[in-house]
Protein backbone atom coordinates (compact mmCIF):
# COMPACT_ATOMS: atom_id res chain seq x y z
CA UNK A 1 0.00 0.00 0.00
CA UNK A 2 1.36 3.86 -1.18
CA UNK A 3 1.53 5.89 2.15
CA UNK A 4 1.12 9.83 1.69
CA UNK A 5 3.82 11.46 3.60
CA UNK A 6 4.88 13.59 6.53
CA UNK A 7 8.45 15.04 7.47
CA UNK A 8 8.09 15.76 11.03
CA UNK A 9 11.44 18.87 10.23
CA UNK A 10 8.77 20.40 7.65
CA UNK A 11 6.39 20.80 10.07
CA UNK A 12 5.33 24.23 10.06
CA UNK A 13 6.34 25.69 13.75
CA UNK A 14 2.27 26.47 14.49
CA UNK A 15 1.84 22.46 14.11
CA UNK A 16 -0.30 21.77 17.17
CA UNK A 17 0.84 18.17 17.47
CA UNK A 18 3.93 17.25 15.35
CA UNK A 19 3.49 13.59 16.65
CA UNK A 20 0.14 13.24 15.24
CA UNK A 21 -1.50 9.76 13.83
CA UNK A 22 -1.40 9.18 9.98
CA UNK A 23 -4.80 10.30 9.53
CA UNK A 24 -3.93 13.96 10.89
CA UNK A 25 -0.73 14.29 8.75
CA UNK A 26 -2.67 12.83 5.16
CA UNK A 27 -5.73 15.20 6.44
CA UNK A 28 -3.06 17.97 6.78
CA UNK A 29 -0.79 17.50 3.89
CA UNK A 30 -3.33 15.69 1.40
CA UNK A 31 -1.12 13.99 -1.46
CA UNK A 32 2.21 15.50 -0.38
CA UNK A 33 4.71 13.52 1.78
CA UNK A 34 5.25 10.11 2.87
CA UNK A 35 4.13 9.25 6.56
CA UNK A 36 7.77 7.84 8.73
CA UNK A 37 7.49 7.62 12.23
CA UNK A 38 9.21 5.27 14.68
CA UNK A 39 6.57 2.58 14.61
CA UNK A 40 6.88 2.74 10.65
CA UNK A 41 10.50 2.55 10.95
CA UNK A 42 10.04 -0.77 13.35
CA UNK A 43 7.35 -1.91 10.69
CA UNK A 44 9.98 -2.26 8.11
CA UNK A 45 12.31 -4.23 10.53
CA UNK A 46 9.74 -6.88 11.73
CA UNK A 47 10.80 -10.04 9.61
CA UNK A 48 7.69 -11.48 11.61
CA UNK A 49 6.72 -14.57 8.96
CA UNK A 50 9.71 -13.90 6.67
CA UNK A 51 12.18 -16.98 6.29
CA UNK A 52 15.41 -16.06 6.03
CA UNK A 53 18.08 -18.93 4.79
CA UNK A 54 21.33 -18.35 6.11
CA UNK A 55 24.05 -20.63 4.75
CA UNK A 56 27.65 -20.71 6.88
CA UNK A 57 24.59 -19.63 9.77
CA UNK A 58 26.96 -22.08 11.98
CA UNK A 59 30.07 -19.70 11.37
CA UNK A 60 30.58 -16.94 13.41
CA UNK A 61 29.23 -13.92 11.24
CA UNK A 62 26.34 -16.64 10.27
CA UNK A 63 25.78 -17.68 13.74
CA UNK A 64 24.96 -13.68 15.18
CA UNK A 65 22.92 -13.17 11.82
CA UNK A 66 20.93 -16.11 12.62
CA UNK A 67 20.43 -14.64 16.32
CA UNK A 68 20.03 -10.80 15.56
CA UNK A 69 16.91 -12.26 12.74
CA UNK A 70 15.62 -14.48 15.18
CA UNK A 71 15.55 -11.82 17.13
CA UNK A 72 13.89 -9.20 14.67
CA UNK A 73 10.88 -12.13 14.58
CA UNK A 74 12.41 -14.10 11.01
CA UNK A 75 11.97 -17.83 10.80
CA UNK A 76 15.78 -18.99 9.86
CA UNK A 77 16.96 -22.13 8.09
CA UNK A 78 20.58 -22.66 9.17
CA UNK A 79 22.67 -24.13 6.68
CA UNK A 80 25.98 -25.67 7.55
CA UNK A 81 27.96 -28.65 6.49
CA UNK A 82 28.86 -29.24 10.30
CA UNK A 83 25.81 -28.76 12.93
CA UNK A 84 28.04 -28.87 16.04
CA UNK A 85 28.09 -25.52 16.86
CA UNK A 86 24.47 -25.17 16.14
CA UNK A 87 23.17 -25.71 19.31
CA UNK A 88 24.86 -23.09 21.08
CA UNK A 89 23.68 -21.05 18.39
CA UNK A 90 20.00 -21.92 19.01
CA UNK A 91 20.80 -21.67 23.07
CA UNK A 92 21.70 -18.20 22.41
CA UNK A 93 18.20 -17.62 20.74
CA UNK A 94 16.02 -19.31 23.59
CA UNK A 95 13.19 -18.39 24.09
CA UNK A 96 13.08 -17.96 20.45
CA UNK A 97 14.57 -21.29 19.05
CA UNK A 98 11.58 -22.63 17.78
CA UNK A 99 11.85 -20.05 14.74
CA UNK A 100 15.00 -21.79 13.85
CA UNK A 101 15.94 -25.23 11.93
CA UNK A 102 19.33 -26.18 11.67
CA UNK A 103 20.02 -28.17 8.24
CA UNK A 104 22.76 -30.05 7.16
CA UNK A 105 23.99 -28.88 3.47
CA UNK A 106 27.58 -28.18 1.96
CA UNK A 107 26.77 -25.38 -0.22
CA UNK A 108 28.86 -26.85 -3.21
CA UNK A 109 26.44 -29.57 -3.42
CA UNK A 110 23.55 -29.47 -5.21
CA UNK A 111 21.63 -32.20 -3.92
CA UNK A 112 22.43 -31.11 -0.17
CA UNK A 113 20.77 -27.67 -0.94
CA UNK A 114 17.62 -28.97 -2.95
CA UNK A 115 17.05 -31.29 -0.33
CA UNK A 116 17.60 -28.28 2.33
CA UNK A 117 14.85 -26.24 0.13
CA UNK A 118 12.62 -28.85 0.76
CA UNK A 119 12.92 -29.21 4.20
CA UNK A 120 12.32 -25.64 4.06
CA UNK A 121 9.30 -25.70 2.10
CA UNK A 122 7.76 -28.33 4.44
CA UNK A 123 8.70 -26.35 7.79
CA UNK A 124 8.59 -23.02 7.12
CA UNK A 125 6.68 -22.70 3.37
CA UNK A 126 8.61 -19.93 1.57
CA UNK A 127 11.82 -18.57 1.12
CA UNK A 128 11.45 -14.70 1.45
CA UNK A 129 15.61 -14.33 1.96
CA UNK A 130 18.84 -16.08 1.45
CA UNK A 131 22.12 -14.61 3.19
CA UNK A 132 25.24 -16.38 1.66
CA UNK A 133 27.62 -16.18 4.53
CA UNK A 134 29.50 -19.64 3.90
CA UNK A 135 33.10 -18.27 2.95
CA UNK A 136 36.06 -18.58 4.03
CA UNK A 137 40.21 -18.73 3.24
CA UNK A 138 42.56 -21.61 4.11
CA UNK A 139 46.72 -21.16 5.01
CA UNK A 140 47.13 -23.82 1.98
CA UNK A 141 46.01 -21.46 -0.23
CA UNK A 142 47.69 -18.35 1.13
CA UNK A 143 51.60 -16.96 0.13
CA UNK A 144 53.81 -16.51 3.03
CA UNK A 145 57.98 -16.93 3.68
CA UNK A 146 57.76 -21.02 3.17
CA UNK A 147 54.87 -20.98 0.52
CA UNK A 148 55.68 -18.95 -2.39
CA UNK A 149 53.05 -18.08 -5.09
CA UNK A 150 54.34 -20.30 -7.67
CA UNK A 151 53.85 -23.41 -5.51
CA UNK A 152 50.38 -22.81 -4.07
CA UNK A 153 48.55 -25.87 -4.62
CA UNK A 154 45.87 -26.10 -6.96
CA UNK A 155 43.65 -28.23 -4.93
CA UNK A 156 43.76 -25.25 -1.87
CA UNK A 157 43.37 -22.78 -4.35
CA UNK A 158 40.31 -23.94 -6.07
CA UNK A 159 38.91 -25.00 -2.36
CA UNK A 160 38.73 -21.33 -1.70
CA UNK A 161 37.77 -20.32 -4.58
CA UNK A 162 34.90 -23.17 -5.24
CA UNK A 163 34.08 -22.10 -1.83
CA UNK A 164 33.02 -18.39 -1.59
CA UNK A 165 32.42 -17.81 -5.41
CA UNK A 166 30.63 -21.26 -6.29
CA UNK A 167 29.29 -21.84 -2.82
CA UNK A 168 27.76 -18.10 -3.28
CA UNK A 169 25.78 -18.91 -6.77
CA UNK A 170 24.63 -22.72 -6.55
CA UNK A 171 22.25 -21.62 -3.28
CA UNK A 172 21.41 -18.40 -5.26
CA UNK A 173 20.36 -20.62 -7.81
CA UNK A 174 18.39 -23.07 -5.87
CA UNK A 175 16.77 -20.34 -3.55
CA UNK A 176 16.59 -17.49 -5.92
CA UNK A 177 14.27 -19.89 -7.75
CA UNK A 178 11.49 -20.40 -5.04
CA UNK A 179 12.43 -16.11 -5.28
CA UNK A 180 11.41 -16.26 -8.99
CA UNK A 181 8.61 -18.29 -8.21
CA UNK A 182 6.62 -16.34 -6.01
CA UNK A 183 8.03 -12.72 -7.78
CA UNK A 184 9.77 -11.55 -4.37
CA UNK A 185 12.54 -12.03 -2.34
CA UNK A 186 16.26 -10.81 -1.42
CA UNK A 187 19.86 -12.21 -1.92
CA UNK A 188 22.29 -10.84 -0.09
CA UNK A 189 26.11 -12.06 -0.62
CA UNK A 190 29.32 -11.45 1.44
CA UNK A 191 31.95 -9.80 -0.59
CA UNK A 192 35.19 -8.67 0.81
CA UNK A 193 37.57 -5.55 1.50
CA UNK A 194 39.62 -7.65 -0.53
CA UNK A 195 37.22 -7.60 -3.96
CA UNK A 196 37.94 -4.06 -3.95
CA UNK A 197 41.74 -3.83 -3.99
CA UNK A 198 43.49 -7.81 -3.70
CA UNK A 199 44.95 -7.33 -0.13
CA UNK A 200 48.42 -9.64 -0.17
CA UNK A 201 49.02 -12.85 0.17
CA UNK A 202 44.99 -14.10 -0.21
CA UNK A 203 45.07 -14.86 -3.78
CA UNK A 204 41.92 -17.50 -4.54
CA UNK A 205 40.29 -15.39 -1.58
CA UNK A 206 40.57 -12.08 -3.58
CA UNK A 207 39.89 -13.22 -6.85
CA UNK A 208 36.91 -15.30 -5.70
CA UNK A 209 35.11 -11.98 -3.62
CA UNK A 210 35.73 -9.96 -6.51
CA UNK A 211 33.80 -12.22 -8.18
CA UNK A 212 31.50 -12.31 -5.80
CA UNK A 213 30.72 -8.62 -6.34
CA UNK A 214 30.52 -8.93 -10.31
CA UNK A 215 28.08 -11.77 -9.20
CA UNK A 216 25.36 -9.96 -7.33
CA UNK A 217 25.93 -6.93 -9.74
CA UNK A 218 25.04 -9.40 -12.03
CA UNK A 219 22.26 -11.11 -10.83
CA UNK A 220 20.59 -7.90 -9.31
CA UNK A 221 20.63 -7.00 -12.90
CA UNK A 222 19.23 -10.51 -14.47
CA UNK A 223 16.70 -11.28 -11.37
CA UNK A 224 15.16 -7.64 -11.93
CA UNK A 225 14.75 -7.90 -15.84
CA UNK A 226 13.33 -11.45 -16.05
CA UNK A 227 12.05 -12.62 -13.12
CA UNK A 228 10.63 -9.46 -10.81
CA UNK A 229 11.65 -6.02 -9.94
CA UNK A 230 10.51 -7.00 -6.43
CA UNK A 231 13.80 -9.68 -6.32
CA UNK A 232 16.79 -7.51 -4.69
CA UNK A 233 20.24 -8.88 -5.02
CA UNK A 234 22.98 -6.77 -2.88
CA UNK A 235 26.13 -7.65 -1.00
CA UNK A 236 28.13 -6.23 2.09
CA UNK A 237 31.82 -6.13 1.67
CA UNK A 238 32.68 -6.29 5.65
CA UNK A 239 35.84 -4.86 6.82
CA UNK A 240 38.56 -7.04 9.72
CA UNK A 241 36.53 -8.86 12.18
CA UNK A 242 38.78 -11.93 14.37
CA UNK A 243 37.33 -14.97 13.29
CA UNK A 244 38.22 -18.60 12.70
CA UNK A 245 39.15 -18.02 8.69
CA UNK A 246 41.28 -15.27 9.39
CA UNK A 247 42.79 -15.66 13.60
CA UNK A 248 45.86 -17.29 11.51
CA UNK A 249 46.84 -14.64 9.69
CA UNK A 250 46.05 -11.84 12.45
CA UNK A 251 47.21 -13.15 15.31
CA UNK A 252 50.12 -15.07 16.94
CA UNK A 253 48.94 -18.51 17.62
CA UNK A 254 50.93 -19.38 21.12
CA UNK A 255 50.43 -15.70 22.48
CA UNK A 256 47.61 -14.15 20.94
CA UNK A 257 49.15 -10.87 20.30
CA UNK A 258 48.93 -8.97 16.99
CA UNK A 259 50.89 -10.21 13.83
CA UNK A 260 52.51 -7.56 11.49
CA UNK A 261 49.36 -7.70 9.08
CA UNK A 262 46.97 -7.32 12.11
CA UNK A 263 48.74 -4.01 13.45
CA UNK A 264 49.04 -2.86 9.74
CA UNK A 265 45.08 -3.17 9.53
CA UNK A 266 44.68 -1.16 12.75
CA UNK A 267 46.97 1.12 11.24
CA UNK A 268 44.71 1.72 8.47
CA UNK A 269 41.37 1.18 9.92
CA UNK A 270 40.72 5.12 10.61
CA UNK A 271 38.69 3.64 13.11
CA UNK A 272 41.55 1.66 14.94
CA UNK A 273 39.69 -1.49 15.73
CA UNK A 274 38.88 -4.82 14.43
CA UNK A 275 35.13 -5.02 13.59
CA UNK A 276 32.46 -6.60 15.60
CA UNK A 277 29.55 -9.22 14.40
CA UNK A 278 26.69 -6.81 15.57
CA UNK A 279 28.85 -3.98 13.86
CA UNK A 280 27.09 -5.76 10.09
CA UNK A 281 24.01 -5.88 11.93
CA UNK A 282 22.51 -2.06 10.62
CA UNK A 283 23.72 -3.01 6.92
CA UNK A 284 22.11 -6.60 6.99
CA UNK A 285 18.80 -5.93 8.50
CA UNK A 286 18.58 -2.78 6.22
CA UNK A 287 19.47 -4.91 3.03
CA UNK A 288 17.33 -7.62 3.98
CA UNK A 289 14.85 -5.12 4.63
CA UNK A 290 11.75 -3.07 2.73
CA UNK A 291 14.09 0.10 4.10
CA UNK A 292 16.35 -0.58 1.11
CA UNK A 293 13.10 -1.70 -1.66
CA UNK A 294 14.71 0.41 -4.23
CA UNK A 295 18.45 -0.98 -3.72
CA UNK A 296 19.53 -3.76 -5.42
CA UNK A 297 23.11 -4.37 -7.23
CA UNK A 298 25.40 -2.63 -4.65
CA UNK A 299 28.40 -3.67 -2.32
CA UNK A 300 27.96 -2.04 1.14
CA UNK A 301 31.47 -1.84 2.73
CA UNK A 302 31.36 -1.87 7.13
CA UNK A 303 34.53 -1.31 7.63
CA UNK A 304 35.50 1.14 10.39
CA UNK A 305 37.00 3.58 7.06
CA UNK A 306 39.14 0.81 5.48
CA UNK A 307 38.47 1.26 2.49
CA UNK A 308 38.35 5.01 2.42
CA UNK A 309 41.54 5.45 3.81
CA UNK A 310 44.73 5.78 1.51
CA UNK A 311 46.88 5.18 3.52
CA UNK A 312 48.83 9.06 4.08
N1 LIG B 1 35.75 -12.54 9.30
C1 LIG B 1 36.04 -11.52 8.52
O1 LIG B 1 36.81 -10.62 8.84
C2 LIG B 1 35.39 -11.45 7.17
C3 LIG B 1 35.67 -10.33 6.38
C4 LIG B 1 35.09 -10.24 5.13
C5 LIG B 1 34.25 -11.23 4.71
N2 LIG B 1 34.00 -12.32 5.51
C6 LIG B 1 33.11 -13.33 4.97
O2 LIG B 1 32.02 -13.49 5.84
C7 LIG B 1 31.51 -14.82 5.69
C8 LIG B 1 31.40 -15.48 7.07
O3 LIG B 1 32.70 -15.55 7.59
P1 LIG B 1 33.03 -15.94 9.10
O4 LIG B 1 34.09 -15.01 9.49
O5 LIG B 1 31.78 -16.04 9.90
O6 LIG B 1 33.67 -17.36 8.87
P2 LIG B 1 33.38 -18.75 9.58
O7 LIG B 1 33.16 -18.56 11.04
O8 LIG B 1 34.45 -19.67 9.13
O9 LIG B 1 31.97 -19.16 8.94
C9 LIG B 1 31.85 -19.76 7.68
C10 LIG B 1 30.96 -20.96 7.83
O10 LIG B 1 30.79 -21.55 6.53
C11 LIG B 1 30.91 -22.95 6.71
N3 LIG B 1 31.27 -23.66 5.47
C12 LIG B 1 32.50 -23.81 4.94
N4 LIG B 1 32.43 -24.54 3.83
C13 LIG B 1 31.12 -24.85 3.66
C14 LIG B 1 30.42 -25.59 2.70
N5 LIG B 1 31.03 -26.16 1.65
N6 LIG B 1 29.08 -25.72 2.83
C15 LIG B 1 28.43 -25.15 3.87
N7 LIG B 1 29.04 -24.45 4.83
C16 LIG B 1 30.38 -24.29 4.71
C17 LIG B 1 31.99 -23.11 7.74
O11 LIG B 1 32.00 -24.41 8.25
P3 LIG B 1 33.40 -25.04 8.79
O12 LIG B 1 33.67 -24.36 10.09
O13 LIG B 1 33.07 -26.49 8.92
O14 LIG B 1 34.44 -24.76 7.75
C18 LIG B 1 31.56 -22.04 8.74
O15 LIG B 1 30.57 -22.55 9.63
C19 LIG B 1 32.47 -15.53 4.74
O16 LIG B 1 31.97 -15.45 3.42
C20 LIG B 1 33.72 -14.71 4.84
O17 LIG B 1 34.54 -14.84 3.71
C21 LIG B 1 34.55 -12.44 6.73
Not at 54 to 73: D, N, P, S
Request: hydrophobic letters at 45%.
Amino acid sequence: MRRSVLYLNRMPAHFPNPIGSRLEALQLFPGGYTYMDLSELNRLYDFSGKTVVITGGAGILGGEFACALVGCGANVAILDRNLDPVQHILELMEPRANQAVAISADVLNLDTLHKAAETIREKFGKVDCLLNSAGGNKPQATTGADLPFFDLPPDALRWVFDLNLMGTILPSQVFGKMMAEKGEGVILNISSMSALRPLTRVVAYSAAKAGVSNFTQWLAVHVAQEYSPRIRVNAIAPGFFLTQQNRFLLTEELTGNLTARGKAIISHTPMARFGQPEDLFGAVLWLLSPASAFVTGIVVPVDGGFSAFAGV
